[in-house]
């Protein structure tokens, strides 16, 4: 038993440290956060790009070519590589829609932007009016009280 040390003293040692441990607190955690607004539903969905486009009437061919095919990631794997392969003419017409659509969707977003500025122009009116009775109301009783305290 040269050095060796009890099991006794061992014990003692690691009951001091559970209680060391137990003793730390642990941070508090941080406020939850509400996170993002929720989505309007009354708002335009962004356009497709030229390969969705694409993909739209790609998919329709594949799946007559190919109908036993079930797995959507091989229909976007061929679609993906027959649009590389595309000259910048064969890609021409998708890329025109596509902008057909992008203009469409500015018109669109224009008009939901604009309507959404009015609602909120119309809700800060509302507060407005409130909050500025009652400032004005408080301001002119409290004039009339300074005022007459400067005086005497």
């Known amino acids: ?14 009951d001091s440290k559970l209680a060391v441990k137990k003793g ?11 996170g993002k607004a929720g989505k309007d539903p009354n708002k335009p969905k962004r356009p497709p790009s030229a390969f969705f486009v694409f993909m739209e009437q790609f998919r329709k061919e594949f799946k007559e ?17 027959k649009w590389k392969t595309l000259s910048q003419s064969e890609k021409a017409p998708y890329v ?27 809700a800060s009116e ?11 109301d408080d301001d002119e009783g409290s004039d009339g009280d300074e005022d007459e305290e400067d005086d005497d």
């Open 24 to 34: 730390v607190e642990k941070k508090p955690k941080k406020a939850v956060t509400k």
């Open 65 to 81: 070519k190919n109908p036993s095919n079930k797995q959507v990631s091989v229909v976007g794997k061929a679609g993906g590589d």
């Open 126 to 136: 509302d507060t407005s009016d409130k909050s500025k009775s009652e400032v004005s």
């Open 96 to 122: 025109a829609k596509a902008e057909k659509l992008k203009i469409e969707y500015q018109k669109k977003i224009k008009a939901y932007d604009a309507e959404e500025e009015s609602k909120k122009e119309i």
């Open 1 to 14: 038993m040269k050095g060796g040390k009890s099991k006794a003293n061992t014990s003692k040692k690691a």
